[in-house]
């Protein structure tokens, strides 16, 4: 084997490592991007439009360059107290009659609110409290919803 040939092999061997890295550096890019993107749908702004999204997050960066240190901690807290959170669950109740006053009570306890257009009550509950209404307005009366 010659000079040139072992050059050439070089080379092409160095190539291949450039693009292997080159490769590598895009999928962890990729990857940040599709955690970026879950974060979004996780938090419910995936409902809003692309301008609006994109409005809120160039928002958030023109607070951060004014006041970065603060920000930073309350994002952070904020985002801890979020994970520590318990689980709530998404629900709606509807009657074909109108319920005792004493089922409308505890319903609104459980912070679920009237809806006019809809007729029926609509809101967010603890995990552990489903079993609890569920009983309380009738396993029929009430539905799960899923925001998937």
């Known amino acids: ?8 092999r070089h080379q092409q061997s160095r190539l291949a490592k450039e693009r292997s890295l080159k490769a590598s550096a895009r999928k962890k890019e990729n990857a940040r ?12 702004l995936h409902r809003l439009s692309d301008d ?13 360059e004014v006041e970065e240190d603060e920000i930073l901690v309350m994002w952070e807290e904020l985002c801890q107290s979020t994970l520590l959170a318990p689980e709530r669950i998404p ?21 679920l609110r ?10 967010m509950i603890l995990d552990d409290l489903l ?14 919803v899923s925001h998937d």
């Open 131 to 144: 079993l609890e209404l569920s009983t309380l307005v009738g396993a029929d009366n009430l539905t799960v």
């Open 52 to 64: 609006q999204i994109l409005g809120a997050l160039l928002d958030q960066k023109r607070r951060l």
């Open 114 to 123: 009237w809806n006019r257009i809809t007729k029926q009550w609509e809101g």
């Open 91 to 111: 629900v709606t109740i509807k009657f074909s009659d109108k319920p005792p006053e004493e089922i409308t009570k505890t319903i609104k306890a459980h912070g």
């Open 33 to 44: 991007k599709f955690q970026l993107g879950g974060m979004v749908v996780k938090v419910g």
């Open 1 to 8: 084997m010659d000079a040139v040939q072992k050059r050439e």
